[in-house]
């Protein structure tokens, strides 16, 4: 039996589309087992599969100073040491990895045991993780055609983004069962990110009464961000995560606002959902989010809001005018080239597992 090993994490978008690829090498008989950080989101994600999972030190990579950049250095080194131990015991074929800081130790850890790494990045330019990754790898996957011109050394392989085949089974009457929502109205899906936004937040709750004249709206609001005040608002339905509902939930979202993160929106894309995109400021993060939006925006799947020129009032203008204009959205998007990421993939790892 061939044996793989996956590792990924610090957000739910650097462990989903992991979850695309080993649900379908599970179909093909290979066995798996993943190794995280042991207090990420992806040790309760990948538990929640059944999945072997094996936690190790990790500590975050960061380009701005913090007193934390003296000690993390050696959590890093004692994670390059945990996962050798696991990487020389499982004896995998491969080693894969999304990304993510806790997926350096395991990239190194793979290539100091002679194991074949193939890493993937979801994002227009390469994140910190994976620029330290790459001489360590064999292969890396890019889900944009325009990431290769800032790999070196020809390893880039252009595969798009794993999509998990349960988003394109989503039950739209479940998901209104799920919110005790109704047909009548259309529904708005708002998403922060894995661990939320109080900015996406605050201007949705600022001007929810409008909003609900309208929409009936999902809020998915990010870990200890739940409102008591609004659990019993009639047509609005917060939740802090979700996992198996979310396609359900989806399926019957008519426009979607969300951050801008890689696998968000390519999901979105795949379900044919008009965005309204709110990326993370360069003062938060490195700009990948603004890069995501814009190319979004050129290709016409989406609007874009900045962060600093949003409101209660500016959100809901621009979600009524998505709204109005969702056919346009929707014949666009269908023309996008739904290649079949996972398949392209797999492919990939079987010709460079050892």
Known sequence: MKSIVFTGGGSAGHVTPNLALIARLKEQGWSVDYIGSADGIEKSIIEETGIRFHPISSGKLRRYFDLKNIKDPFKVLKGVADAYRVIRKLKPNAVFSKGGFVSVPVVVAGWMNRVPVIIHESDMTPGLANKLSVPFAARVCVTFPETARHLRGGKAEYTGLPIRDEMLRGNPAKGRDICNFHKQKPVLFVMGGSLGSRVINEAVRGG???LLERFQVVHLCGKGNLDPALTRVRGYRQFEYVSGELPDLLAMADVVVSRSGSTSIFEFLSLKKPMLLVPLTRNASRGDQILNAESFRAQGYSEVMEEESM??????????????DRDVYVERMSRHSNQDSIASIIRLIEATAR
């Open 208 to 210: 929810l009464e409008r």
């Open 311 to 324: 409101n209660a009032e500016t959100l809901a203008e621009a979600l009524f005018q998505l709204y109005a």
